[in-house]
């Protein structure tokens, strides 16, 4: 089973992809963990990055596409995998195709703007495994640590409201058209209201799979 999550920031792709993860034993590619790992180390590239990041501004296709399709042929994604935060425009999405890779379903996590403001500016996350916390919604099980290693979580430097508006300005333009093409694809395809408890949309999420 290959799942692309598709939502807005802080619409809870990476929430629910944890959950499906556990379930199911798939690959959790989030392609916004693996830009904030290579941000962190000391290369030219890394520089780079970390600049895109910081503006909320989409990391470059030649760079992003090939650091995925090199991810998905990893062996943990043979038995499946779920995408979050990939494709987040056309040209990234028909990449998939080109690189022959098979997308099962497609769930849309649909959501307001004002929800995923507060979303995000209570949001707190375990920056080595990408597990994400909410201060309100969903908190640790200790304050400001993480539930499995206790380790220090942190407020990532996007979730600054100057940097969602941008994120969310990003997604209206690039990102958003990629419902069209989906619903219009022979791919599966699922709208799931993303704004009740995490609960009732896991499950609504594994009614989709059933
Ligand atoms: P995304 O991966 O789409 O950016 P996250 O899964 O990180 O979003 O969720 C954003 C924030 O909202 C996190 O702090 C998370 O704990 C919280 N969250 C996720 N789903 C829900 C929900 N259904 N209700 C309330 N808060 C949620
Ligand atoms: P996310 O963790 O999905 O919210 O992504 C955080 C940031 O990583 C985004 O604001 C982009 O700068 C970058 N990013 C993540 N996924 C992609 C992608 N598929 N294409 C380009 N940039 C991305």
């Not at 599966?188 to 499950?203: G, L, R």
């Amino acid at each position: 089973m290959n799942l692309i999550l598709l939502g807005m920031p802080g619409a809870g792709k990476g929430t629910q992809a944890e959950h499906l993860q556990k379930k199911f034993s798939l690959a959790n590619v989030s392609t916004g963990a693996i830009l904030r790992d290579v941000s962190k180390s000391n290369t030219p590239q890394a520089k780079k990055v970390r600049q895109f990041l910081d503006s909320g501004k989409l990391v470059p296709n030649e760079i992003i596409i090939e650091m995925l399709v090199k991810r998905i042929n990893e062996k943990d994604c043979a038995n499946g995998f779920i995408l979050d935060g990939f494709p987040r425009n056309l040209e990234q999405a028909i990449s998939l195709d080109d690189a022959s890779v098979n997308i099962d379903r497609v769930i849309f996590l649909r959501i307001s703007e004002d929800e995923i403001v507060s979303r995000m500016s209570g949001r707190r996350v375990h920056l080595a495994s990408g597990r994400s916390y909410h201060v309100i919604h969903n908190p640790p099980k200790i304050d400001g640590k993480d539930d499995i290693t206790g380790e220090e979580l942190v407020q990532r430097d996007d979730d600054k409201p100057e940097v969602i508006k941008k994120r969310v300005e990003v997604y209206f333009r690039e990102t958003e058209p990629l419902l069209k093409f989906y619903k219009n694809s022979q791919i599966n395809f699922n709208e799931i209201d993303a704004s009740k408890p995490m609960k009732i949309v896991t499950s609504k999420i594994l009614k989709a799979l059933s």
